[in-house]
């Protein structure tokens, strides 16, 4: 196989979330052990930081990373999903995974993996783990994907846990109030390993606390730091605090204040992490974002309306397994819309998403693509106006 047969396959015949949703979860770690028992377990010979919660797990994950590269570590970090290339998944030192590593690593590996009925993001994680361990990385940073419990990557035993914070997303796989997703959450919480508490949110502290307890480790909560980053959402400044306070509780690695202020302020460069509050143009300026549920759409309406402009265009997909009424209630009503829908399965069709938005006061034209409702909101758009692009990570993914 070429580099665009292996991804054809990875995306094709294996179970995708990111294409598929629901039917492409699965609700147990057996695979992953089983997979990593054949490559040699892996996981067992890089330290990591394992980090889970609704928001920020990708900026706090590629903030960490740019501290570590920064302090001269050779730093593994694995995030999910993608934008633009599958293998923005799997990185050292901000260097994407190369093609023939992937492709030589699915050969090898798939006709055993598909007895066995490998998800896509089975493979990955199973990929992500052998890659780190062969390049014999100083530490790695290990998103979970949903939940954390049941995650494919909850097979690491990490240095120091994190957990960013607690919304109301993936409720059809990971329970309906947040208590319920906070006990999924607290599934990363292991014995005798520290955990970060990216926000202290009281309703759901007992969660937290009665898991540590029971695993003997200690729990500890982010502190405020008045730093700044590349990464210019109003929101990055609660996940600069949670990536901050983690690195300083992190044992055995050492990083100065340089390290932490030069690294904020490179994630981009060092990381290649994008479209978070991403300026694409400036004339009109016209800003993404992948904020895709209530808690992270409210952070960035409430940046928007603070952007001083004459008239919004938002640009907007969904996916059809959110709570679309959820979102549709944050959105501004005096705001020209363009419906789209991401390439994906998943995505919610947009006439559906026309009406649903129109009970809502959320008012214009449906479009064949993302890239036909962007030029056409630039069209529009007078030099004083502003255009936001967002609702899915996946409609971001098509413009950037």
């Known amino acids: 196989m070429n580099y665009q047969d292996t991804i054809d396959y990875l995306f094709q015949k294996l179970p995708s979330y990111q294409r598929s949703g629901k039917s492409a979860y699965k609700a147990d770690i ?7 028992c054949m490559l040699g377990n892996p996981h067992l010979n890089f330290k990591s930081i394992h980090v889970a919660g609704t928001n920020g797990k990708g900026s706090c994950s590629h903030m960490m990373s740019s501290i570590l590269q920064e302090a001269g570590y050779k730093v593994g970090l694995y995030t999910s999903p993608h934008l633009k290339d599958f293998r923005e998944r799997i990185k050292i030192n901000g260097k994407m995974i190369p093609e023939e590593q992937v492709i030589d690593f699915v050969s090898v590996n798939k006709k055993e993996f598909e007895k066995i009925k490998m998800s896509f993001f089975e493979m990955t994680v199973a990929m992500s783990f052998q890659y780190f361990s062969e390049n014999k990385v100083d530490i790695a940073i290990i998103e979970c994907g949903l939940g954390g419990r049941l995650d494919s990557t909850n097979i690491i035993t990490p240095e ?6 607690i919304g109301l997303d993936h409720t059809n796989l990971l329970g309906n109030t947040l208590e319920e997703i906070a006990t999924e959450k607290a599934g990363i919480i292991k014995k005798g390993i520290p955990v970060m508490i990216g926000r202290k949110q ?13 695993e003997n480790s200690k729990l500890m909560h982010a502190e405020k730091h008045n730093l700044s980053s590349d990464l210019k959402g109003n929101y990055q400044k609660e996940n600069i605090n949670t990536a901050v306070t983690t690195l300083q509780y992190l044992r055995n690695f050492t ?10 302020n490179k994630v981009i460069e060092s990381t290649t992490f994008l479209g978070r509050w991403q300026t694409i143009c400036h004339n009109p300026l016209t800003i993404c974002d992948t904020a895709h549920n209530e808690d992270g759409l409210r952070k960035v309406m409430s940046q928007v309306s603070r952007i001083n402009y004459s008239k919004l265009h938002c640009v907007l997909g969904v996916v059809k397994d959110k709570n679309i009424n959820k979102i549709l209630s944050l959105l501004p009503k005096n705001a020209i819309y363009y419906f789209c829908q991401a390439n994906i399965p998943r995505s919610m069709d947009k006439i559906k998403l026309q009406k649903q938005s129109s009970k809502f ?3 214009g034209e449906i479009f064949s693509s993302v890239e036909e409702a962007l030029k056409q909101a630039q069209s529009e758009a007078k030099v004083n106006d502003l ?4 609702g899915s990570t996946f409609v971001v993914a098509e413009i950037i």
Do not use: D, P, R
Request: charged share 20%; proline share 0%.
């Open 30 to 36: 057996g695979n992953i052990v089983k997979a990593c």
């Open 160 to 165: 120091i846990s994190v957990i960013t914070n």
């Open 202 to 214: 009281n309703e759901i502290l007992h969660v937290f606390e009665e898991k540590a307890k029971k």
């Open 255 to 264: 990083i100065n204040e340089k390290h932490i202020i030069n690294g904020l």
């Open 361 to 363: 006061n959320l008012n």
């Open 387 to 390: 255009i936001y692009v967002g």
